[in-house]
């Protein structure tokens, strides 16, 4: 059941070096946030799985908290590529990490066999693609049906996974509007789950039917951090921060300055750094 926390003690009680950990979003509500807790607290030797790994995942690389990284497109949207990823893949810097590279299909049928309790998943792909030539974990299956010979990949089941939200009520339910990736299901396969979100209410009213909702059962705690999705963005809640990643370009770019700017942004701060921007963001495209 889901327990109200501040995000420091839900970082701290839910994830641990050397988890495999999944921070899920899909162009909005992705959880900056969660993220920059987790880097002051000095995780290490994780496991990081995201379908689309941006900025967040390119800060806790070259911070060092990486071991390893399953995803299945990594960049930072519409600017280029992720250069601490680069760095660390090309050079070893911090240290070397470990690449486990898939399909969208494949991650996302992943996901869903993990909510599922499956050890696999078995699906139509990669036929013609050379990806499962550099990756191990890509096998073949033959359906016992139809002979058909399918793709099939380990299904992917957090330690813990962290997503945002717009909203949770006082019990803990969750509410997700708007772009939904893959959050349900990276909930559902984990053993543990850290939700931040804008804000918390009596009641989920008005809400659109294809809204997603996550019981709280789901949960492990629930932390109310307005804002936590920013620089990307909270359907209804405030735009993209499209500078943002503009500048992650150059500050990301450069060891030095790479440092410099998370020691002064996230080490030394909280999200409350971030806070004029966001308010200026709430009202912009209206």
Known sequence: MAKFTSLKEAVADNLRDGDVVAFEGFTHLIPHAAVHEAI???????????????????????????KKVVFSYAGNPGVGLL?????????????ALEVEEHSHAAMANAYE?????????????????????????????????????????????????????????????????GIIGVQKEAVLAAKR????????????DDVHPNACILPNWT?????????????????GYYIRDNASYVEWDAIAADREKFTDWMNKNVMEK????????????????K
Request: proline content about 5%; hydrophobic content about 40%; some cysteine.
């Open 270 to 285: 909280d999200e409350t750094v971030f806070a004029s921007r966001i308010e200026n963001l709430k009202g912009a495209g």
């Open 113 to 177: 066999a993990g909510a599922a309790g499956l050890p696999c998943a078995v699906f139509r792909g990669y036929k013609g693609a050379g990806l499962k030539n550099v990756n191990s974990n890509i096998r073949e299956v033959v359906c016992p049906f139809t002979g058909e010979t399918l793709a099939a990949v380990p299904s992917v089941r957090p330690d813990v996974t962290f997503i945002h939200a717009q909203k949770a009520n006082r019990k803990g339910d969750v509410l997700i509007e």
């Open 40 to 66: 002051r607290q000095g995780r290490k030797e994780l496991t990081l799985v995201r379908m689309t790994p941006d900025l967040v995942y390119d800060q806790m690389i070259g911070m060092g908290m990486a």
């Open 83 to 95: 250069r601490r990823f680069r760095d660390a893949v090309e050079n070893n810097w911090p240290h």
């Open 219 to 235: 949960i492990s705690n629930v932390c109310v951090v307005p804002g936590g999705a920013h620089p990307s963005y909270a359907h």
């Open 193 to 204: 789950a850290v939700v931040t979100v804008e804000e918390v209410v009596e009641n989920f």
